[in-house]
């Protein structure tokens, strides 16, 4: 059975730091398309970062520059490096894996930016 878990989130100031954390059970991470997604209240699910089997990666716009996804395969997680945090950002993260017609998503990681 295929388990994600999110964690690292938080409380942190602006141009804080924080660096979630995306773990998998029950598949290889290192073989799939990952991304990250976040979700403000009242707001739509929005892709942030994804990164694929070759490495390669995708960020979106308001993140360039600042945040750093990126995977460690003999933990089997993937990660988000996320600087220079804006209020803006305030949202629950969560990782998605598609495989096939099935798309798995984990429980989410509060991340607040406030002064």
């Known amino acids: 059975q295929v388990q994600l878990r999110e964690s690292g989130g938080g409380l942190v100031q602006p141009g804080g730091s924080l660096r979630l954390s995306c773990a998998a059970s029950?598949?290889?991470?290192?073989?799939?398309?990952i991304g990250w997604y976040r979700q403000a209240p009242q707001g739509e699910r929005e892709l942030v970062a994804a990164?694929?089997?070759?490495?390669?990666?995708n960020y979106a716009d308001s993140v360039k520059g600042r945040f750093t996804i990126s995977r460690d395969i003999r933990k089997n997680t993937v990660a988000l490096q996320m600087n220079s945090l804006k209020p803006d950002d305030t949202a629950r993260y969560y990782c998605?894996?598609?495989?096939?017609?099935?798309?798995?998503w984990g429980q989410g990681t509060q991340v607040t930016v406030s002064s």
């Open positions: 029950g598949i290889i991470l290192g073989r799939n398309t």
């Open positions: 990164i694929y089997p070759s490495g390669t990666t």
């Open positions: 998605k894996l598609p495989i096939g017609t099935v798309t798995y």
